[in-house]
């Protein structure tokens, strides 16, 4: 049975631009077992998963001992991978697949790269979901890369269901906001949004995300939109499902921005300058629109009435 390991530092985010990858691995492979290794804080993506066997914890970002290498080199060695797959250069990473016997290692050119069997180039303006799959290259697989895709389970639809039913928009279809942390997009620009789209969609209520890092955000916000209703997902299973009952979801960019891309629901993205356009989203795609902060400001600086253009564009 063949045996392949992918490798995916980062959050949520950067792990959904990774599925087309392993969704085209499981395809091309259906009987082989595809491990991943990712970050503690990643983990409960690949619940909404169909293509992996195994999640491995191990913690890319923080500083490792040698003993904390020498665990997860001692359990790649045992498990016998057949390939391994980095998406994100890394000198260490590199040497302990070097280490592992593993024979196809393969990435994208960077530090380490001598250590790899497969180099891969890498256009940093590509869509990153199709930057990754371009890995597969390494594997001989020449497909193009499909959209992100989840699986969504029932019981994750059905609290959907009983939070739109406790919202009361069962009936009315709703837009969802996912606003950030207090630090992103701030909450007077937020109000703006929110008070242009109900003087012309006025039966169409408007639902604010809830998380463990915006709650000053959100009080602010509700206290200049008292309109605003509130919606508390407890796992990236029920956030997801609620994005996808949604008709039109508008996000700061962050994890919950890919989810929209992967559920199909209307996106209005509000990018930062750090990365183009281009590398976050499937900007080809009609329904996806953004607006982006230029060269040297933040998202603090976007007018709400640049949003609201892109909104009410056709």
């Known amino acids: ?46 619940r909404i998963s169909q293509s992996v066997n195994r999640v491995l914890k191990f913690d890319f970002s923080d500083r490792n001992s040698l003993a904390d290498f020498g665990n997860l080199l001692g359990t790649i060695r045992d498990r016998e991978y057949d390939a391994a797959i ?32 497969d180099v891969i180039p890498v256009d940093p303006e590509e869509y990153i979901a199709v930057q990754n799959h371009n890995l597969l290259i390494g594997l001989g697989i020449q497909k193009p890369a499909s959209s992100i895709k989840v699986n969504l389970p029932k019981n ?54 809830d998380s463990v890092n915006n709650a000053d955000l959100l009080k602010q916000f509700t206290t200049k939109f008292p309109n605003l209703l509130i919606t508390s997902p407890t796992d990236i299973g029920k956030l997801t499902a609620m994005i996808a009952s949604a008709n039109l979801f508008i996000c700061a960019e962050g994890d919950a ?25 499937p900007i080809q795609e009609k329904r996806v629109k953004y607006v982006q902060a230029v060269k040297g400001q933040s998202l603090k600086d976007i007018p709400a009435k640049t949003v609201l253009a892109k909104i009410w564009e056709g």
């Open 86 to 117: 980095l998406s994100k250069p890394s000198f260490s990473i590199n040497t302990l697949l070097w280490l592992s016997g593993i024979p196809k290692r393969i990435s994208f050119a960077g530090a380490g790269e001598f250590l790899l069997t």
């Open 1 to 46: 049975m063949m045996r392949i390991l992918a490798l995916v530092p980062g959050g949520t985010g950067n792990q959904l631009l990774f599925f087309p990858t392993l969704d085209t691995l499981k395809q091309q492979y259906p009987n082989a077992e595809i491990d991943v290794v990712v970050e503690p804080r990643a983990i409960a993506t690949y």
């Open 257 to 281: 921005m890919q989810l929209g891309v992967a559920v199909g629901t209307a996106l209005v993205a509000i990018l930062s300058s750090t990365i183009s356009a281009s590398a976050l989203l």
């Open 156 to 209: 994750d639809l059905d609290w959907t269901s009983g939070e739109q039913k406790r919202l009361d928009i069962q009936k009315s279809g709703f837009i969802l906001l996912n606003c950030g942390a207090y630090a992103n997009y701030p909450a007077e620009s937020w109000a703006e949004i929110a008070r242009s789209i109900q003087a012309k969609l006025p039966d169409l209520p408007i639902v604010a995300i």
